[in-house]
């Protein structure tokens, strides 16, 4: 039995922060399961999602998996698109499905490990099967164009409620 009370406990969390606690345990190579926060990867993982993240090695990374890596002890879970060298070092080319722009290159060391599993609300998100896979692996290929295709479609939602509100207009004055 845990005692929650405990003056360990209480030190250990005055010590670490969630991020901090889940890097280590990353880093040991351990799953963790851990609340999304921020909203770069809407519309597919959304604030509060519960997210599974499995250490992994780089060498078993896949154009498309989301990706969770640290920089300056905060975590970041963006997609995945290709390992780079450069001047003799590995770095992960990432990119955030809610920008146009990659990141800056991420060196091997920072990287944790990947989503496995996402859960929304009752319903969970196997990222390993092949549909995911494949739904993942698309996403990644399109991602530097999905900033253009919410552009299109905002302009089209904007219109059509334009029109909707002639017709609106005419329905009443036609009364």
Known sequence: IVDYNSEFQEDFFKKYNLHEITIILLQKGEPVQIPLTGHCMKPLLEENDLITINPIDSTQLRCGDVVIYHINGRLKAHRFLKLKNLNGQKYLITKSDRRANFDRPVPINDFLGRIRRVTKG???????????RFINFFIAKLSPYIWIIELIMKFFRKQFRRVMGHFTLL?????
């Open 171 to 175: 329905f009443m004055i036609a009364k």
């Open 122 to 132: 009752k319903k969970n998100i196997d990222y390993e099967t092949r549909k995911w």
